[in-house]
């Protein structure tokens, strides 16, 4: 599962280094902006087959691979 998010992210923003940077923090280094965030959000919605609520996620889920693929996994089991 993580390999495919970093595979959306990569596609969405364009930024190849996340597979050797992947504790790097995705929003203080610009990777995803705002446009990018919200295609995050539907692509892993359609992608995963679950339905993220922005406001239901902590900004820091955001920030990091690992945080991003521990919610999806979460959301998968509801």
């Not at 923090?25 to 446009?35: A, P, R, T």
């Not at 295609?39 to 920030?63: A, G, K, M, S, Y």
């Amino acid at each position: 599962m993580e390999e495919r998010i970093i595979d959306i992210i990569e596609e969405l923003t364009g930024y190849e280094e996340l597979r050797t940077k992947r504790d790097i923090d995705l929003l203080e280094n610009d990777i995803l902006d705002s446009l990018a965030f919200i295609e995050l959000i539907n692509t892993l919605n359609d992608e995963f087959n679950i339905e993220i609520q922005p406001t239901q996620v902590t900004p820091t889920t955001w920030r990091t691979i690992e945080g991003i693929t521990k919610m999806v996994e979460e959301l998968q089991k509801q």
